[in-house]
Structure formats: C-alpha cells, structure tokens
Antibody, heavy 119, light 112 residues
Framework: EVQLVQSGAEVKKPGESLKISCEGS????????IGWVRQMPGKGLEWMGI????????RYSPAFQGHVTFSGDKSISTAYLHWSSLKASDTAIYYC????????????WGQGTTVTVSS | QSVLTQPPSASGTPGQRVTISCSAT????????VTWYQQLPGTAPTLLIY???QRPSGVPDRFSASKSGTSASLAISGLHSEDEADYYC?????????????FGGGTKLTVL
C-alpha cells in the first residue's frame, strides 16, 4: 500500500525551531515529488512548495520562500519541513502529498501534522 | 486571495445532483488541467478528480467533472450523506510571479 505517514503533533513557542517529517512507503520514494500544503484553522488549503527526493530539488511558493525549508533523506524515504524561527501565525495543519510531476496532481496525502505555536 | 474562485457553500438532499463551480481569474490557469480534492470532516484531503475529468480508482462514478476555458465544475449525482465534505479545485499557475499550485477557496457541501 502506498502511504505517507507524518510525524506527530507539535506544540512550540514563538522563535523556536521545528522540523516535521513525512515518510513514504510502498513506492519508489526518490522518484516522486513531495508537496507541502498548509491549512490554517478553519481555512482552506495553501500550497507551500514541492521537494524532489531524487536530487533534493525544491520549488517554493513566494508566500513561504525564506520562512520554511524543505529537505529529505531518500535513504530512509523521508521528507522534512523545517522552520528556524516559528511565529504564532504558523499554527496550522501541515500536509505532505505525493506528486509524479511538480505541476501535477497530488495523489497520496499524509494524515497531517498539527503545529501549534503559542507563548 | 485565491485565483480560483469557488462558491463557499453548496447543499443538496440525498439522491439529488449538485454541482460546484471553479472559475479561474488568471488565463495561465486556463491552459492547465484542473484537479479536485475532497476533504471529509477532520481528515486529510484526498484526490477526487485529476486531469480535468479523470477519476482515480476507487472514486465512485457519481463524481464527474469538466472544464471549459477558464472554468471547471464538479458534479455529484445521487448525493449520499457521506459526500458531506469540503471540495477544493486546484491547478498549476505558471505566472511569472511564482509558478505553483493554486487552490480554490473550497466549497463546503452540506447534505440536508
């Protein structure tokens, strides 16, 4: 079964750093893009950007460029989303999702990681 | 602000047919295929329709979609109570401001 399993919920303070993970299984992880999508409380979906595990290529949405970093380790089929300094406005559910091409549809989604940033 | 515009809500009774529209304000999006995602309450989104009108395996044929120019629509026939969910259209926007996926604002479907 093809699946993406994300790391558990996080509660952090403003200014702290955080890295959440997305582990793929059941397919060749290196050959599919991993997109990241934000959903703020009660709001819609926002595309943050996309990461290619095969060569660590990245494309960021302008709205998120400079505030988050995508990375991954194809040897353990895992992609990461990293913040160096969280803000309260980063409170949201973050989803990873698989895509065969960077501009294609996302056919498999992780269960989501809830990030709460509060002082 | 989404460049894909959806009605915020839609409703229907069991057995009815409902449609949800998705209108692009950017002509770049009009040249790219539209995807539809379903998000059941409290769960992650799932792929419902890709390449304007293709259903992944496992999606009932009650769900159909079409695209014409810069507008797309999702139709659900024979509405079921379990279809109550948020529905999002999405497409690739290759504008110079930053290519990427854009989502519509989402439509909350209520089954009365």
């Amino acid at each position: 079964e093809v699946q993406l399993v994300q790391s558990g919920a996080e509660v952090k303070k403003p200014g702290e750093s955080l890295k959440i993970s997305c582990e793929g299984s059941g397919y060749s992880f290196a050959f599919y893009w991993i997109g990241w999508v934000r959903q703020m409380p009660g709001k819609g979906l926002e595309w943050m950007g996309i990461f290619y595990p095969g060569d660590s290529g990245t494309r960021y949405s302008p709205a998120f460029q400079g505030h988050v970093t995508f990375s991954g380790d194809k040897s353990i089929s895992t992609a990461y989303l990293h913040w160096s300094s969280l803000k309260a406005s980063d409170t949201a559910i973050y989803y990873c999702a698989r895509s065969y091409t960077p501009n294609g549809h996302m056919d498999v989604w992780g269960q989501g990681t809830t990030v709460t940033v509060s002082s | 602000q989404s460049v894909l515009t959806q009605p915020p809500s839609a409703s229907g009774t069991p057995g009815q047919r409902v449609t949800i529209s998705c209108s692009a304000t950017n002509s770049n999006i009009g040249t790219n295929p539209v995807t539809w995602y379903q998000q059941l309450p409290g769960t992650a989104p799932t792929l419902l329709i890709y390449s304007n009108n293709q259903r992944p395996s496992g999606v009932p044929d009650r769900f159909s979609a079409s695209k014409s120019g810069t507008s797309a629509s999702l139709a659900i026939s024979g509405l079921h109570s379990e279809d109550e969910a948020d529905y999002y259209c999405a497409a690739w926007d290759d504008s110079l401001n930053g290519p990427g996926v854009v989502f519509g604002g989402g439509t909350k479907l209520t089954v009365l």
